[in-house]
């Protein structure tokens, strides 16, 4: 028997640092990616798709986002399993309740919306553990596992929330128990655990029956968000007793999100981060976060500047990270010798550059006048 495993489609999801037209591109593409869901369960022969929680974004969506991604989940092809989960979870303003989604669900859409086994056929079900609220009082998927029978049933776990062996908040209430999981999986109760909540593709535990599966399309930078733009195809052989249990990826993604550090001290670092970014491929769906460090000349600053205002017109978006940018700018002896202006301007000339070697606002305020003087220079030589 073989199925996929996804989670945190997050649809009608919004990106404050995307470019303008940028953002409806990456909204589409996260439906796009509920279509290739599609075309990889056919592909797999999968019976049917579990998506363990937050597979919209909120509970308040636009009926258009909530009409849209009903029709991409109606080209899956097989069942399709939704578990409601943090992020739309099934409270009074749910949208699995809504009027909307109601009336347009498509029949091969199931919502996960009560605690506890749902068949599938005889000799499988899924085990859900929905969220009701943002906030639950206990471990939701310990709570479903207690009591199950290893009665030689096929079960599959559906959860959603962080695990206490990789969450660093191990006094949460809410979080899974890595040690009840495994023990319901040793006895034979369960036999595979699908979890949603980590966007990053993860294997949890020592069991390669417990997994994140990601989500399918890339949501943060590639140094917080690992391994993401995955479905996984999963085989559970019912022939035999342990049900062995196959988990293999399957890319999806067509987005990045990169993060890039550098050190820039010079023109040639300059010109190095040029071509890295010059070299990436498909900017129209790649998103650059820069963090950069050194101490330049005000001149190269300029130089620096006008590189990222270049690129930040041909990626979906191009940030600097300021968290992780640190660069002085001191002029440098001689740098604004040969501008061609003498008098009282070279006089202000020479009072911004040892302003701009001190320290504070005043100091960034001369640097920045330098820069501009520099660029009104540079404009007026090529007219």
């Not at 206490?164 to 908040?169: H, M």
């Not at 559970?236 to 399957?250: A, L």
């Not at 550059?353 to 001190?358: D, I, L, T």
Request: glycine fraction near 8%.
């Amino acid at each position: 028997m073989r199925f996929l495993h996804t989670a945190d489609w997050q649809l009608g999801m919004t990106r404050h640092f995307l470019n303008g037209e940028a953002q409806p591109r990456y909204s589409a593409a996260r439906r796009d990616a509920v279509v290739a869901v599609g075309a990889a369960a056919a592909a797999a022969g999968a019976e049917f798709v579990v998506v363990a929680g937050d597979v919209f974004e909120h509970n308040q969506l636009s009926p258009r986002e909530v009409s849209q991604s009903l029709e991409a989940m109606r080209t899956i092809g097989v069942p399709l399993y939704l578990l409601p989960g943090n992020h739309d979870p099934l409270d009074a303003s749910s949208v699995y309740t809504s009027a909307l989604f109601t009336a347009e669900r498509p029949a091969n859409v199931t919502v996960l919306d009560r605690a506890g086994v749902h068949q599938v056929r005889p000799g499988l079900e899924l085990v859900a553990a929905p969220w009701r609220s943002k906030a639950p009082t206990s471990d939701l998927v310990g709570d479903v596992l207690e009591g199950l029978p290893a009665d030689g049933t096929t079960r599959i776990v559906v959860g959603h929330g962080a695990v206490d062996a990789i969450d660093p908040g191990k006094d949460k209430v809410s979080l899974i128990r890595l040690t009840a999981v495994e023990a319901a999986l040793a006895r034979g109760a369960v036999h595979y655990v699908a979890l949603g909540d980590k966007h990053s593709r993860m294997n949890v535990g020592g069991t390669g029956r417990v997994w994140y599966s990601g989500s399918p399309e890339v949501t943060n930078y590639d140094d917080i968000e690992t391994d993401s733009g995955h479905v996984l195809v999963v085989e559970i052989d019912e022939h035999e007793d342990r049900r062995p249990v196959h988990v293999r990826p399957e890319r999806l993604g067509r987005w990045r999100f990169v993060t890039l550090s550098r050190s820039v001290d010079n023109s040639r670092d300059i010109a190095d981060l040029d071509l890295n970014l010059d070299l990436m491929p498909d900017k129209e769906r790649t998103v650059v976060r820069v963090g950069l460090t050194g101490s330049l000349t005000v001149t190269d600053k300029a130089a620096l500047d006008a590189c990222l205002d270049r690129y930040s017109l041909l990626f979906a978006a191009l940030t600097v990270w300021e968290r992780g940018t640190d660069i002085a700018v001191l002029p440098a002896d001689g740098e604004f010798d040969d501008l061609g202006i003498g008098g009282f301007a070279a006089a202000a000339v020479d009072e911004l550059v040892e302003a701009a070697r001190a320290d504070g606002d005043t100091a960034e305020d001369a640097r920045a006048a330098l820069a501009l003087l520099l660029r009104l220079v540079e404009r007026s030589e090529v007219a």
